[in-house]
Each structure stands twice: as structure tokens, then as C-alpha cells.
């Protein structure tokens, strides 16, 4: 009889309110204004990389492909979740719908999942480039990058159709407010009523044996760069292959720290305010920071950028000089 009762009172969640910022007004503002300065700075950089290695044939290889793969997901990143933030800051409609919030933490988990396979990856094919670079293009062909990309997407997409199942197919009380900007597995599965520890057991599980061979592959990749760089005679070379992993070997220290620290422990362990800013490190500043960190500092990148921006403007000149000569 108590158990039917227990049951009759679960009422169904249609919705959820994110109440992961402040309410302050003029806070609410400010937060809206850097926030949104961020977004557009991030697709911008992103965007531009994107653009500068799609047209320049000088950046058709296999490094600057996955690069390209990287700056795709930094646009994806944020654009799950600042929407939605910034709706809230600006007109404080904190509500999503029980269907929106399932979207937004599956494209998220698969963002991701997707990003930590691709930097995995990327640490491979350094690791062939430095080591075996007589042998860079016949190992790393293009057949193999098109097959290492469309595995890293699978791999991820496969990844969050499991951990959005296991979240969404519990029960949910009669609280619906989610403790952060945006929809993720702490916060929502702090909101069941239903028992979650055998759900959080192979999330943890999954998470942790495909963290783990990412990780270890990363690893060992930069075990055996960092004895190829120590062996090279000439400073000039050891110079420039430090700089060329150095920037990837941030990006993954950034990425790795953050999501570890959000993903990999027990929901029970969930604190709202520590969460939010380590959410915001992976979600919103480190796809800033990545073309900066590991595009921008590229001398390669740089130059195809100058030649695209002496394009462009080129190409607005001409136009300028073609609608002067129409009007006589």
C-alpha cells in the first residue's frame, strides 16, 4: 500500500527550470553581455579557421583536417548550451521543455565524447609525424583520416545515446529545477526519485574504459614524441616539434581536467557552484581558447589567414570599382 502511494504521488516532469544563474538583475545583464561578447569571439575564431583550411590547399593534410574536425565541435560546443543561457539572461525565461533538455544533454555528451576520441587521434598522428616522418603520408593517408574522423563521431554519438538512455528513463519527482545554465548528467540525475546508483555505476564504467583508452593512447603517443624530441640533434627541430605538440598537449591538459572533474564521480558528489565553473572551462572557454592556443600560434595557419583576408579585400575592391563603373 505505501509503495502504491510512493507512486500515485511521482508526478510527471513535462519541463525543467534552469536556475543555474544569478537573479540579479544588473548581474543577469553583464552575464549576458560577456557571455554573448565570448560566443561570437568563438565562432568567429572557430568559423575563420574553418574557412582559411577549406580554401587554402597549402592546409590540405592530415593535421589541419583534424584541426578542421576540432574547430567544427568548438562551434558545436557552445551553441548547445549559450543559446539557451542567454535566452534566460536577457528575457529570464528559464524554462525547458522535458524533450529540449533530453536534446541538449545527448548533442552534449556527444560533443563531448566526440572531442576527447579527436584529440586522441590528433596525438596519433603527431606522434607519426614526429617519429616516423619519412613514412607521415603513407601511414596517415587520406582513406585512414576519413576513417579515424568518421570513427570519432560514431564512437561519440554511440557513446551519448547510451548515457542519455540511462538518464532519461528514470524517475522524476515533483522538483524540476536544474542547478546549472544548462542540461547535464549531475544536475539532472540529482532530480530523480528512482534509485540511480546501478545507472551511475555504468555511466562511470562506460566513461571510464573509453576516457581511459583515449587517454592512453594520448599518452603513450606523447611518450614516445617526447624521447624522439629528446634524440633530435638540431635545436631548430626540437623547437619546432615542442611547438607543435606543446599547443595540442594544453588543449588536452584543458579539456581533459575539466571534464574529468565533472563527469568521472558519482552524482552524489555534485556541487553546484564548483560544477558551474568547471562547466563553463570546457563549454564555453576552452572552444575560445583552442584557435588561439593551437590555430593561431600555427606560423602555417597564420599565412593562410593573411592570404585570405588580402582575398577578401581584394575581391571588395573589385566589387567597389565595378558598381562605380555602373553608375556612368
Known amino acids: 500500500m505505501k509503495?502504491?502511494?510512493?507512486r500515485v504521488n511521482l508526478s510527471t516532469v513535462s519541463e525543467f527550470v534552469l536556475v543555474g544563474l544569478s537573479d540579479a538583475p544588473e548581474v543577469r545583464f553583464l552575464l549576458f553581455v560577456l557571455f554573448l561578447i565570448i560566443y561570437l569571439a568563438t565562432m568567429a575564431g572557430n568559423i575563420t579557421i574553418l574557412v582559411a583550411m577549406s580554401t587554402d590547399t597549402r592546409l590540405h593534410n592530415p593535421m589541419y583536417f583534424?584541426?578542421?574536425?576540432?574547430?567544427?565541435?568548438?562551434?558545436?560546443?557552445?551553441?548547445?548550451?549559450?543559446?539557451?543561457?542567454?535566452?534566460?539572461?536577457?528575457?529570464?525565461?528559464?524554462?525547458?521543455?522535458?524533450?529540449?533538455?533530453?536534446?541538449?544533454?545527448?548533442?552534449?555528451?556527444?560533443?563531448?565524447?566526440?572531442?576527447?576520441?579527436?584529440?586522441?587521434?590528433?596525438?596519433?598522428?603527431?606522434?607519426?609525424?614526429?617519429?616516423?616522418?619519412?613514412?607521415?603520408?603513407?601511414?596517415?593517408?587520406?582513406?585512414?583520416?576519413a576513417h579515424l574522423a568518421i570513427g570519432t563521431w560514431v564512437a561519440g554519438f554511440f557513446n551519448s545515446?547510451?548515457?542519455?538512455?540511462?538518464?532519461?528513463?528514470?524517475?522524476?519527482?515533483?522538483?524540476?529545477?536544474?542547478?546549472?545554465?544548462?542540461?547535464?548528467?549531475?544536475?539532472?540525475?540529482?532530480?530523480?526519485?528512482s534509485p540511480t546508483y546501478s545507472r551511475e555505476l555504468v555511466l562511470l564504467v562506460v566513461a571510464g574504459v573509453l576516457g581511459s583508452a583515449a587517454f592512453?593512447?594520448?599518452?603513450?603517443?606523447?611518450?614516445?614524441?617526447?624521447?624522439?624530441?629528446l634524440y633530435m640533434k638540431s635545436s631548430e627541430s626540437r623547437h619546432k616539434a615542442f611547438s607543435t605538440c606543446g599547443s595540442h598537449l594544453m588543449v588536452v591538459c584543458l579539456?581533459?581536467?575539466?571534464?574529468?572533474?565533472?563527469?568521472?564521480?558519482?552524482?552524489?558528489?555534485?556541487?553546484?557552484?564548483?560544477?558551474?565553473?568547471?562547466?563553463?572551462?570546457?563549454?564555453?572557454?576552452?572552444?575560445?581558447?583552442?584557435?588561439i592556443i593551437y590555430s593561431l600560434r600555427n606560423k602555417e595557419v597564420k599565412c593562410a589567414l593573411r592570404r585570405l583576408i588580402s582575398h577578401l579585400r581584394g575581391r571588395g575592391v573589385h566589387l567597389q570599382k565595378a558598381n562605380w563603373m555602373a553608375q556612368f
Open 66 to 145: 583534424f584541426l578542421g574536425n576540432l574547430s567544427l565541435l568548438d562551434i558545436l560546443c557552445p551553441t548547445i548550451t549559450v543559446p539557451k543561457m542567454l535566452e534566460a539572461l536577457l528575457l529570464e525565461n528559464k524554462v525547458i521543455s522535458f524533450t529540449g533538455c533530453m536534446l541538449q544533454l545527448f548533442f552534449l555528451i556527444d560533443v563531448v565524447g566526440t572531442e576527447i576520441f579527436l584529440l586522441a587521434v590528433m596525438a596519433y598522428d603527431r606522434y607519426v609525424a614526429i617519429c616516423h616522418p619519412l613514412q607521415y603520408m603513407n601511414i596517415v593517408s587520406l582513406k585512414l583520416c
Open 255 to 291: 579539456f581533459y581536467g575539466t571534464t574529468i572533474c565533472t563527469y568521472v564521480r558519482p552524482s552524489s558528489t555534485y556541487s553546484p557552484h564548483q560544477d558551474r565553473v568547471v562547466s563553463m572551462l570546457y563549454g564555453i572557454l576552452t572552444p575560445l581558447l583552442n584557435p
Open 161 to 193: 545515446l547510451l548515457h542519455s538512455s540511462l538518464i532519461f528513463t528514470v524517475s522524476f519527482c515533483d522538483s524540476n529545477e536544474v542547478d546549472q545554465y544548462y542540461c547535464d548528467i549531475p544536475p539532472v540525475l540529482a532530480l530523480s526519485c
Open 216 to 229: 592512453v593512447v594520448t599518452l603513450i603517443s606523447y611518450i614516445y614524441i617526447l624521447v624522439a624530441i
Open 3 to 6: 509503495d502504491k502511494m510512493q
